[in-house]
């Protein structure tokens, strides 16, 4: 029987975290103890005065509809606190609202990929880009990493062509923890101006970068008016499921983002574009206390891992995962990750989820206690004990 589904939907796939999380809930169900290493959330709850904004933006009656891509007060301080942090000036009309970035990930793909335009994007990388450019027609093109670095130059170089409609960049890296440095990112801009693509820079995890410092492609000459910026709440101030991102855009695809907004959810919340101003304007000393526990947390997960014989885990620079490297078992990241769980009681995600480029690695998330990413770790070193 031919399928019921249009095409677009028949090539994609749940992200592999929500498959791991059911797999792993479900063996809680039958008592067992799992250890989740899987879930790229914060710990965090987040910051009380961001709740109670909410609260009395319900009460005072912030449960209206609102332009699709935010109200202009929420827009402005976006345009404002986002700017500053990146050294941009940027205006309400370049701001675009969203439930969540996924969406803002999502609409421009829509918005400017037509059916068989190339769309680069990082392997391992986060699934959404390769689903989001399939819906659209697009064609994924996986460009490895060179392990921390961000995109392997010379691959990147070799993959672009007048046939790429767009780049995705995502520094730092969900799964690798890999921030790209500043030459990089010249180089990359150098590559996007030849060619005449956009760049879609996802930043949501700017705010944690460690020792090195975050940057943006946007403001390199000429990157502006060809970068969609994206970042979000859900990382930053614990929000993950208030849903709510944004993006700077040029301001003509601004215009193109609402109307695709109006017609795919009409808006974001309005109360929880206060609680988003409340964040971004008010203490910030959670989202810097998140920061330096994460810190904490990635030196001595990694320094727990390198410790276990055939285990090889690099220092990321950024966001809440390690990526550590497993080829030495002779086995794929599936058959190790489903072993971890099954046997040793430890969810985590094989690098395959990612891409074909993640094979061999594993990503483990370290936002959570630090007591049971220790028990964790030790379920990991006696499972794999299993298979050297
Ligand atoms: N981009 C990356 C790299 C992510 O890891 C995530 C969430 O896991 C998102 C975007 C989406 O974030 P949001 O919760 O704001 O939709």
Redesign the pocket.
């Known amino acids: 029987m031919t399928s019921p589904f249009a095409k677009r939907v028949q090539s994609i796939s749940i992200e592999g975290a929500y498959g791991t999380l059911g797999k792993a809930r479900a063996l809680e169900a039958q008592g067992r103890d799992i250890v989740h290493l899987e879930i790229?959330q914060p710990d965090y709850s987040t910051p009380q005065h961001v709740v109670e904004s909410a609260y009395q933006a319900m009460q005072e009656g912030h449960t209206k509809y609102t332009f699709p891509s935010g109200t202009l007060e929420t827009r402005e301080t976006i345009a404002r606190k986002a700017g500053d942090q990146r050294d941009m000036t940027v205006s309400a009309e370049e701001i675009v609202v969203g439930p969540?970035?996924?969406p803002l990930?999502f609409l421009p793909c829509l918005a400017l990929v037509e059916p068989g335009d190339e769309v680069i994007m990082p392997d391992p990388g986060?699934p959404?880009y390769r689903d989001s450019v399939l819906v659209a027609g697009g064609v994924p093109v996986p460009v490895e990493l060179d392990r921390m670095r961000g995109f392997d130059l010379q691959k990147l170089e070799a993959r672009i062509s007048d046939r790429t409609r767009m780049i995705i960049l995502?520094s730092p890296s969900?799964p690798t923890g890999g921030v790209t440095s500043a030459e990089d990112l010249e180089t990359i801009a150098k590559l996007a101006k030849k060619h005449d693509t956009w760049v879609l820079s996802?930043e949501?995890y700017s705010r944690l970068v460690y020792d090195d410092e975050a940057r943006t492609i946007a403001t390199l000459p000429g990157m502006r008016e060809r970068t969609i910026v994206l970042d979000?709440f859900?990382k930053t101030y614990s929000m993950?499921g208030w849903r709510l991102?944004y993006a700077i855009v040029p301001q003509a695809l601004a215009e193109r983002l609402a109307v695709l907004l109006v017609h795919a959810v009409g808006c974001t919340a309005d109360f929880t574009q206060v609680a988003g101003m409340s964040a971004l304007e008010g203490d910030q000393s959670q989202p810097e206390r998140m920061r330096e526990e994460y810190k904490e947390r990635r030196n001595k997960t990694v320094v727990a891992l390198n410790e276990i014989p055939g285990v090889s885990c690099d220092l990321p620079q950024g966001a809440f995962y390690v990526f550590p490297d497993v080829r030495s078992f002779g086995r794929s990241s599936r058959e190790i990750a489903d072993f971890l769980l099954d046997d040793a009681g430890v969810a985590l995600l094989p690098g395959t989820d990612f891409g074909e480029g993640g094979e061999g690695f594993l990503r483990i998330s370290y936002a959570t206690a630090w007591e049971r990413i220790e028990l964790g770790i030790e379920r990991i070193k006696s499972g794999l004990a299993k298979f050297a």
């Open positions: 790229g969540g970035a996924k990930l986060f959404t995502n969900n996802d949501i979000g859900s993950p991102g």
